[in-house]
């Protein structure tokens, strides 16, 4: 065995060491839950010392990065957006939840409108975002409701419990610091330096998997059994904690060569109408955007808006407030949301 | 099973320690279990075409050698990839794996019946008359096997395109081939040994495993390097004792090699598979950023196989050539091919163009002697006119490189003054890099649209800066490793760094492999 170890290697594994205790002592928030693929309960929270809690990329929970105050200020209207790439926009100030806090404050109410919107989270997701942003005492949930996230969080649920697992195929990325650098590369080359459209094309397996399921009707109608009852349990929790929630139905633009464009709610305003009742409220926006002269200007695509479509939002939004008598009695105070960066 | 699999580096410890807990004696069946186990999780069928190999060019080494087996034993070889295959099928239905059609295990006893009777004819013939024979029908065999699993769609399908540009009709039918992983590997190395034997320049491999270690040997079987029998064989009879520099030597080879394929292919991959994608509007950036990226994607990709391989035997104690030597940085045409694929260039060297007579006759007969070695070597890649016009490609360079006094001079390898040294490797890497065009288009209609696109010089729908920042970022590190390295002539040679520098090296380069560790891409000479 003598000279089997050589200097150079033990060198080697005490860097590698080094790393991991740094990465675990500096960066355990940020890579905590990175493999739970969304599926973490706290991960993209922090509650920080001087009482505010950060919202921030970790754990498959990609939040616009924004701070608030854990104890929700006396007299402020805490609204929370949770939801999918629709109400996460185009960019933190594009989206229709920046918006809203705006109007919200200029009618005098004092507002924190928190963007916890995840691109690609389906209804099992949300519902557990629900979960950890119902204990910072929300005035108002805005819950987005929609059924065509649930192959992306099948597929995350499977790789999560994969994880956890000893299957070698996961053994190095045990390692905190190979994690840290495997998602700096990531989020911080790949994604910046990577044009959309090729990062795409290089998911083709993913992409064909997602199509493929998409077209199994069994599929389908499980997927859109599993968010018709996730739905129903998260308004009965927000009715427990005697939280006002407003569920947002989304709806596609389906065009046709052979006919105009159309908005279709896929049965899911008929789901927001049945689940609506005392404190439960429900905007359909298939029914916002099916009022508005050439309503297909204002998506960007086939589901996803525009700015001008996220403020047609944001006013509607604000107008099912003010009809639902949400916002009376509030009066104007200190408190907003702020963007941490 | 592929290298960049975690089955992989399950499977090369446990034979490592196998390997060398055994009395030396028992290491040889191993390597070939493992070897065959290796090779069967691509496809338990294709074994039998490995075995076939094995045999004919045993049997026919063994009789170039003049030591000519029994009948017997001629007989019940010729006949054991039909019994593999039998066996597999007993196997498949019992455990409901599927099934080995009858038909195919009545083909491989048919075709071992044919080469024993074969094999008994050329014995009798006695003499020279005889060696000829056996190399034939070795020669014959293999190729006709590899002809068989890789060409013979293309020559089908070629021949019926060009009766019908002469006006007549044909309607051949095209049959469903599936290609065997590494076949144009094995086979050239299992022809090679027989050649060398035929020449005399190698001696005949008396012990069967030995030989079937050779032809099968699990680091280079599947894509290399081509490896000689001179080289290999003597090393299988002599598999000595441990010594601290294979674990050593093994692992700083295979960190390399995972280096090159992980981090530097399989990132390059993503701009050069966009930018040739069929569906793509190239314009002039692009092109060229595609065709870079494409560049260093199939070097990181071979050369980081190679790397592995050598790793992988080294830690079995086991010495594989060099395969790549900082190809980008040759000089010319001619340096180019003694630093890609050195193996298989030597190869086509030393049985193809010196035998045609190399550059011995008049200038006419080693141009054709060029020619015919390159666009064979450019078929060898595929059973595609792309190949053959890349291989067209490289035969013109090396013609003119060798006839043209303006080139000659000023790519001449002797070159004193370091500018035009500098100048002359750019002009050869940008020549590889039409050459690379050429290869990585999928027909004719694409590599015209990509020459088209060169003129292109108009802002596309993509911008380009970001994605060549990418390029750059896996790149840099790739030519960095190799200004380290050059000065010692190994892509992979590290000792001479102080070990602080080392461990530093070693400790960057495993969290540059980990940084790209979920891309899970093939190895690209796979196919051939």
């Not at chain 2, 003054?417 to 065009?437: C, E, K, S, Y």
């Amino acid at each position: 065995m003598k000279g089997l170890i050589k200097p150079a290697f033990v060198l080697t594994v005490v860097l590698i060491v080094l790393l991991e205790v740094g990465a675990r002592v500096f960066f355990s928030q940020d890579v905590s839950g990175r493999f739970d693929y969304g599926y973490h309960p706290d991960a993209g929270f922090a509650e920080k010392a001087d009482g505010t809690v950060q919202l921030f990329r970790a754990g498959g929970r990609r939040f616009h990065p924004q701070s608030f105050p854990k104890e929700r200020p006396d007299g402020a209207f805490r609204v929370f957006v949770i939801g999918d790439s629709i109400p996460r926009g185009p960019s933190f100030k594009g989206a229709y939840v920046w918006q809203l806090g705006d109007e919200l404050r200029k009618n005098q109410v004092p507002a924190e409108a928190l963007n916890l919107a995840v691109a690609g989270f389906g209804v099992r997701r949300c519902r557990l975002v629900l979960n950890k942003a119902i204990q910072y005492n929300p005035s108002l949930i805005i819950l987005h409701v929609n059924h065509t996230n649930e192959y992306e969080d099948e597929r995350e649920w499977r790789r999560s419990q994969e994880f956890k697992g000893w299957h070698p195929r996961h053994w190095l990325m045990k390692l905190f610091i190979f994690r840290r650098v495997y998602e700096m590369k990531l989020e911080r080359v790949f994604w910046k330096w990577v044009p959309g459209r090729i990062r795409q094309r290089h998911a083709l397996s993913d992409a064909d998997a997602e199509l493929a399921a998409s077209l199994d009707d069994e599929k389908t109608r499980q997927w859109r059994q599993r968010v018709e009852e996730v739905t129903r349990e998260s308004v009965d929790l927000a009715r427990r904690r005697h939280i006002p929630i407003l569920l947002v139905t989304q709806c596609r633009l389906e065009s046709n060569p052979a006919h105009s464009p159309r908005l279709s709610d896929h049965d899911l305003d008929a789901l927001g109408e049945y689940l609506a009742g005392p404190g439960v409220y429900h905007l359909s926006m298939k029914q916002v955007f099916a009022r508005v002269p050439e309503f297909e200007s204002h998506f960007a695509d086939t589901g996803h808006l525009k700015k001008s479509g996220h403020h047609l939002l944001a006013q509607a939004i604000f107008q099912k407030l003010q009809e639902e008598g949400l916002l009376t009695g509030l009066t104007v105070q200190e408190g907003r949301a702020t963007e941490a960066n | 099973m592929s290298f960049i699999t975690w089955q992989y580096f399950l499977f090369l410890p446990l034979i490592f320690a196998l390997y060398w807990q055994l009395p030396p004696r028992g290491r040889l069946p191993l390597l070939l279990a493992a070897s065959y186990f290796f090779y069967a999780c691509w496809d338990v069928r294709f074994l039998a075409l490995v075995l076939t190999t094995t045999v004919i060019d045993y049997i026919c080494g063994l009789s170039l050698g003049g030591r000519k087996l029994g009948r017997g034993w001629v007989l019940l070889l010729a006949l054991l990839p039909a019994a593999w295959l039998g066996v597999s099928h007993l196997v498949f239905s019992f455990w409901g794996w599927g099934q080995v059609s009858p038909t195919l295990i009545a083909v491989a006893g048919a075709l071992g019946l044919a080469f024993f009777a074969a094999h008994e004819g050329v014995w009798a013939w006695g003499g020279d008359k005889r060696n000829k024979g056996l190399l034939i029908l070795s020669v014959g065999f293999c190729l006709a096997i590899l002809g068989f699993f890789k060409y013979f769609n293309f020559f089908v399908d070629s021949a019926q395109n060009l009766l019908r540009f002469t006006g007549l009709q044909a309607n051949f039918v095209l049959l469903h081939i599936i290609l065997p992983v590494g076949i144009s590997f094995y086979t050239f190395q299992s022809l090679g040994y027989v050649i060398d034997v035929y020449r005399g320049t190698s001696p005949a491999c008396a012990d069967f495993l030995t030989f079937a270690t050779f032809d099968a040997f699990f680091p280079q079987m599947v894509s290399g390097p081509i490896e000689r029998g001179k080289n290999l064989i003597p090393q299988l009879e002599d598999l000595g004792i441990f010594h601290n520099s294979y674990i050593h030597d093994g692992l700083r080879l295979i960190l390399v090699g995972l280096f090159k394929k992980v981090f530097v292919a399989d990132n390059c991959a993503v701009i050069a598979s966009y930018a040739f994608d069929p569906q793509t509007a190239l314009n002039g950036p692009w092109a060229i950023l595609g065709v870079v990226a494409f560049a260093f994607q199939i070097y990181g990709d071979f050369s980081g196989y190679t790397d592995i391989a050598r790793g992988s035997a080294k830690m079995l104690g086991i010495d594989l050539m060099e395969n790549f030597r900082f190809p980008y940085f040759a000089r010319n045409p001619s340096d180019f091919w003694s630093r890609w694929h050195i193996s298989l260039s030597t190869w086509f060297r030393d049985y193809l163009y010196i035998p045609l007579g190399g550059n011995r006759g008049a200038r006419w007969d080693t141009i054709r002697n060029l020619a015919v070695t390159m666009l064979l070597a450019g078929l060898w890649h595929g059973a595609n006119w792309i190949f053959v016009i890349w291989g067209a490609f490289h035969g013109a360079l090396l013609i003119l490189y060798r006839f043209a006094p303006f080139l000659s001079g000023f790519m001449a390898k002797e070159e004193k003054l370091w500018w035009r040294r500098a100048a002359a490797v750019i002009l050869m890497f940008l020549l590889t890099l039409v050459g690379w065009a050429i290869f990585r288009s999928a027909s004719l209609a694409q590599l015209g649209s990509w020459f088209a696109a060169l003129g292109n010089w108009q802002a596309g729908d993509l911008s380009w800066q970001k994605p060549s920042l990418w390029l750059l970022f896996h790149i840099a590190p790739l030519l960095l490793l190799q200004t380290i390295t050059w000065k010692h002539g190994d892509e992979a040679k590290l000792e001479h760094l102080p070990w602080p520098a080392r461990g530093l090296l070693y400790t960057a380069l495993l969290l540059l492999v980990v940084s790209s560790s979920e891309q899970d891409q093939e190895f690209i000479y796979f196919q051939f």
